[in-house]
């Protein structure tokens, strides 16, 4: 599915223009640049397509997850309810704070289960972040209620699933910060890059400083006559970014379409074989960039799998997933941390460390265990698309 399957003469262009102009940072250097600021016009294109107010490019998506919390004032001892079923850097980026990870089941549709994560507020807790998961939303309409009955912000890691949407509004715009990743496996990808959105005036200006020392930033003054608002770090995207960003922000659609598109096909060509599907809570704002199937057992999900890799398209089994699967995580369980501070592992601010054992998340277990996914490129020739269901439709006679 990563966005470099579209790249053509227009990103070398915009990326020789850079080049060719010798001005590589995204701040300063007024005189010679001309007026071109290729990563302010990626972030106000962002901002138009996603209808945020604001939005900030960051070095990384795990930067668009750990900013907004340094933002927001997460310290040492609060607690960020999220999934068990995410990317690491979901994690990472609370640890970084020296604060608490705690995380819920998942449900059907692979994202943060909302009874789960109401289970899990405490008086400690000061965000719940549901993660949309394979380019799917997680149920926005409970968090959001959830939010509004405890007084707590919901936050969204929108990192795999950037121009998604929920009931017409887009993934990542329905809380107080969304995050996106452009790292090389998505669909919009700048090699190495990630965004955050907002519509709160106050935060936005907070990441703003942070991402970069703490600079009030000007276009009239020299960075070393700026003034700086705070202490920061340095997670700036560069020029070059920002040049393959706005490339790639005009193909955006065109990516989601063509996996929708495939996605369809697909389905539609397996309609009867039984075989069910994660359930969305909006399936027609998906990217389509993977396929998930639920089978009734663990040991059906084994058949499915070897007759499909047999028929020449392998699938994984979603609970072996190590990428994306707590359970596998023994550096979390560890806390294997190369900072003298291990806070919150050991630390006069965190009564009750979760231990993150794989027994935790029984029933992410059972859900993830008869779970199998199958990936999708934007750009697949019929032939591909035809094993795919070829093999699709040998798992479910194995296993139904």
């Not at 901002?47 to 107010?53: D, P, Q, V």
């Not at 819920?104 to 909302?114: F, K």
């Amino acid at each position: 599915m990563p966005g470099s399957e579209l790249f053509d003469h227009l990103e070398i262009e915009a990326v020789a223009d850079v080049l060719k102009r010798k001005v590589i940072h995204r701040y300063a250097y007024h005189e010679v640049r001309e007026g071109n600021y290729r990563v302010d016009e990626f972030e106000a294109k962002v901002a138009e397509l996603s209808g945020a107010k604001h939005c900030l490019a960051v070095s990384s998506g795990t930067a668009a997850l750990y900013v907004p919390f340094k933002a927001m004032g997460i310290c040492p001892g609060d607690e960020i309810i999220t999934s068990s079923f995410t990317f690491i850097a979901t994690v990472e980026a609370i640890l970084e704070c020296g604060a608490v990870p705690i995380l819920g089941d998942v449900d059907e549709s692979l994202n943060l289960s909302p009874e789960s994560a109401e289970d899990l507020i405490t008086e400690h807790t000061k965000a719940i972040m549901p993660v949309h998961m394979f380019g799917a939303a997680a149920d926005m309409d409970a968090f959001r209620a959830l939010g509004a009955k405890y007084g707590i912000p919901v936050v969204e890691d929108a990192c795999q699933a950037m121009g998604g949407t929920y009931n017409g509004k887009a993934l990542g715009t329905m809380g107080l910060w969304g995050s996106y990743s452009l790292d090389p496996n998505k669909l919009l990808t700048v090699g190495e890059g990630g965004l955050i959105v907002t519509d709160d005036d106050e935060l936005y200006n907070r990441m703003e400083y942070y991402h970069d020392h703490g600079h009030i930033h000007s276009k009239i003054l020299d960075r070393g006559a700026e003034g700086k608002a705070c202490l920061g770090f340095n997670f700036r995207m560069s020029e070059l970014q920002g040049a393959l960003g706005l490339v790639q922000a005009a193909k955006m659609q065109q990516a989601i379409s063509m996996t929708r598109k495939t996605k369809a096909t697909i389905l539609d060509a397996v309609k009867k074989t039984g075989l069910e599907l994660r359930d969305l809570p909006d399936r027609e704002g998906e990217i389509a960039t993977q396929i998930v199937f639920l089978l009734p057992t663990p040991e059906k999900a084994v058949l499915f799998q070897k007759a499909a890799k047999e028929a020449g398209a392998g699938c994984s089994i979603l609970s072996g997933n190590t990428w994306h699967y707590a359970k596998h995580w023994t550096t979390l369980r560890e806390g294997a941390m190369y900072s003298r501070n291990r806070c919150p592992y050991d630390c006069p601010y965190v009564e009750d460390m979760p231990l993150y054992r794989p027994l935790e998340w029984e029933r992410t277990e059972k859900i993830l265990s008869r779970a199998v996914m199958f990936g999708l490129n934007i750009v697949m020739d019929d032939a591909r698309v035809e094993k795919m269901i070829t093999a699709i439709k040998a798992g479910a006679k194995a296993a139904l």
